[in-house]
């Protein structure tokens, strides 16, 4: 028992001895937990997400993009180098396509969906959907226009499908390609833009248009001012996403580059809108052959219709 208690007394001196040099010195006994006020404490943590914040990025979801480069990546002529694409769930498809249909302002699409797990899986399925919706989507609303006509016979399309499927699949990868190189391209010039892989770019714009397979459905109504109505609401949904996504990329380049990039990207989308509901669903009727009708006099005469 001696030890301890020489111990004991030998701390307190030592305390005895601070506080004669120091009065307003604290001591505290390593034997007991240190005890952190309320403010302090709370301080503490708030400097600590500020710093978690200031790491992984402005947004939440910035804190996935640490795990992005855990992955390991197997070599391109390998079956696994692609099965990376697909692998998705249920949950985060739709919480991308969630996302691409109501834009949040403000936030980052890649970084907030995409950065992650970035996928074709999502792509290509809205890609193939979006292009049988618009073509039987098409072939129904020929099919309600001239509904009644007695000369109108009904013939499915069936090259729609591959006019649509070549025009979708053809946006939805040589833009985003086109679109990639040019980022590159500045970003050699100007080394503080933002830089988006390919997959990215790819990802976002298959997401984006998600929101035309509803439309396309809803096209069917055989009135133009509600065909057009829709395809304006749909395209500034969808339009905002790319906007937000692509607008941070190149905004500290040059202004009038800036600018003109993002008015590209603005137009060839509304392009791609305008001429799917153009030759799909706003075709001019075509004149059918009128049937000839015998007149009593013996010759046949013709009956125009149009």
């Known amino acids: 028992l001696a030890s301890p208690v020489m111990y004991l007394f030998a701390e307190f001196d030592d305390a ?26 709370g301080r503490l943590q708030e400097t600590g997400r500020e710093e978690d914040d200031e790491l992984l990025g402005t947004d939440d979801s910035d804190k996935t993009e640490l795990l992005a480069g855990q992955k390991k990546s197997a070599p391109f002529w390998t ?29 980052n699409f890649v970084r907030l969906y995409i950065r992650s797990n970035p996928d074709l899986y999502g792509p290509f399925w809205i890609c193939a959907t979006l292009v049988f919706t618009i073509a039987v989507s098409g072939n129904l609303s020929n099919f309600f226009i001239h509904l009644g006509k007695p000369t109108y016979r009904y013939v499915p399309e069936f090259r729609k499908v591959s006019i649509a499927a070549t025009t979708i699949y053809a946006y939805a990868w040589l833009v985003p390609l086109a679109l990639w190189g040019f980022l590159m391209w500045r970003n050699s010039k100007v080394m503080n833009i933002v830089s988006y892989s390919f997959l990215e770019i790819v ?20 009135q133009k001012v509600v065909r057009w109505v829709l395809m304006v609401f749909s395209l500034c949904l969808s339009g905002s996403v790319l906007v937000m996504t692509f ?60």
Request: with cysteine; hydrophobic share 45%.
């Open 16 to 41: 005895a001895n601070l506080l004669a040099a120091n009065p307003d010195a604290t001591t505290i006994s390593i034997d007991e937990p240190v005890e952190i006020p309320k403010n302090q404490r």
């Open 79 to 107: 079956f696994e180098y692609y099965q990376t694409f697909f692998d998705v769930d249920t949950y985060q498809v739709l919480d991308r396509i969630k996302g691409s249909v109501f834009p949040v302002p403000g936030k």
């Open 203 to 222: 990802c976002v714009y298959g997401y984006s248009l998600f929101v035309y397979i509803p439309t396309a459905i809803l096209w069917i109504i055989p």
């Open 247 to 306: 607008w941070p990329a190149v905004r500290d380049d040059n202004r009038r580059i800036a600018l003109a990039t993002v008015v590209t990207i603005v137009l060839l989308h509304a392009l791609l809108a305008v001429g799917c509901l153009a030759y799909f669903f706003d075709a001019p009727e075509l004149d059918f052959p009128a049937p000839t009708i015998p007149t009593y006099n013996g010759t046949i005469g013709i009956t125009k219709s149009h």
